[in-house]
């Protein structure tokens, strides 16, 4: 058995990349112990694949470099798509680009499997027929959330199971630390950005800092996504934040995925806007709340029965609400999480069996 696992990888500087790369390995290795795994991913190329879209289409046509040949080596195509970039909002050209290969692998004759994530939104024609052919050519799908199935069922292919993010799926490192309030600072949010108004989102940072100062807790700091060429990390906006309290905080910069989540797994609270830092916690029993962006948090939280979620909207209300959930006592409500969780895991392994 030959499985290609399509856009995570093990060495992403964005953590939340790497729990989809390990989750993912994680439940097919317990499927199938024999199989041979390789990873595709930006940044992790592979000789025979060209992309952008142009080159995709021209090698498909001309067979050059031996794409075909090569995703014909494969018995399963485990598509990820990052976890949240099966949708038109990030660009057509990344849309297109991750459709091809998944059309590709599916007239090489590979089985296709969309591996939970969310589906869409999308805005435009041509990203919603790129979206419907994909489905249909999969021989399973997953959603994460509900609202992605319904998406999938209003592309005219149900999914075969609504599940949960794969980072369920990730082994628990030990942690012989004890921590109180990590804060996950996004460096998505902190500067310009599509999403949020960012200094709102720098003022509501602060806000929430000072105020667990004054509450008498004790906070890290976490970057989720570690320093790149991409300007989209983490480790300067945690900088600017270290910058602004001195030693009234501490900086945790993880060495990997397990470092995260030994040092996620060892705190009484997280506190984030990157989604995967608030994943990782609620998976290791950490209670977490989230600071909401886009449409992609509520529906799969609450699904799992969590319902710590604030919608950044200004900087007043933001932080006032995140500060209320941050008082809360929600250790009962986390350690429910991580058992449905790794419940709906083992629906995901036993329909991935039945594709032998």
Not at 205 to 223: A, F
Not at 284 to 308: E, I, N, Q
Not at 319 to 338: K, M, N, P, Y
Request: with cysteine.
């Amino acid at each position: 058995m030959r499985i290609l696992i399509g856009w995570a990888d093990d060495a992403s500087p964005n953590l939340g990349v790497r729990a989809l790369g390990k989750g993912s390995i994680d439940v097919l290795r317990s499927v199938f112990p024999d199989a041979e795994i390789e990873m595709m991913n930006y940044g992790r190329k592979p000789d025979s694949i060209s992309w952008p879209p142009r080159s995709l289409v021209k090698e498909r046509v001309l067979n050059r470099t031996g794409m075909m040949a090569w995703l014909r080596s494969f018995d399963l195509y485990w598509d990820t798509r990052s976890g949240d970039s099966f949708a038109d909002i990030y660009g057509m050209h990344r849309h297109l680009t991750m459709s091809l290969i998944h059309e590709f692998a599916a007239q090489a004759g590979v089985r296709c499997v969309m591996a939970p994530q969310t589906i869409g939104p999308f805005r435009h024609r041509r990203g919603r027929a790129l979206a419907r052919r994909n489905l249909r050519r999969s021989d399973l799908v997953f959603a994460r959330d509900p609202i992605s199935a319904s998406v999938a069922d209003e592309l005219g292919r149900p999914v075969d199971a609504l599940t949960t993010d794969m980072v369920f799926a990730v082994t628990q490192p030990p942690s012989d630390v004890a921590r109180d309030v990590i804060v996950n600072v996004s460096g998505l949010l902190w500067s310009t950005n599509p999403h949020v108004d960012h200094e709102q989102y720098r003022e509501s940072i602060v806000t929430v800092i000072r105020g667990l100062l004054e509450d008498g807790r004790t906070v890290s700091l976490l970057p989720h996504v570690l320093t790149s060429a991409d300007p989209d990390n983490d480790v300067p906006a945690v900088d600017a934040v270290k910058g602004m309290f001195g030693d009234e905080v501490e900086v945790l910069v993880p060495q990997g995925l397990d470092d995260a989540r030994a040092a996620i797994g060892s705190a009484n609270l997280v506190i984030g806007a990157r989604m995967h830092a608030c994943l990782n916690a609620l998976s290791t029993g950490t209670p977490a709340v989230a600071m909401a962006y886009s449409r992609k948090f509520r529906p799969l939280l609450a699904d799992l029965g969590w319902d710590a979620v604030v919608d950044i909207r200004d900087a007043d209300t933001t932080s006032t609400a995140v500060l209320e959930a941050a008082r809360r006592d929600l250790t009962q409500e986390a350690a429910a999480v991580q058992r449905e969780g790794a419940v709906r895991i083992d629906t995901l392994r036993t329909l991935v069996a039945d594709l032998t």
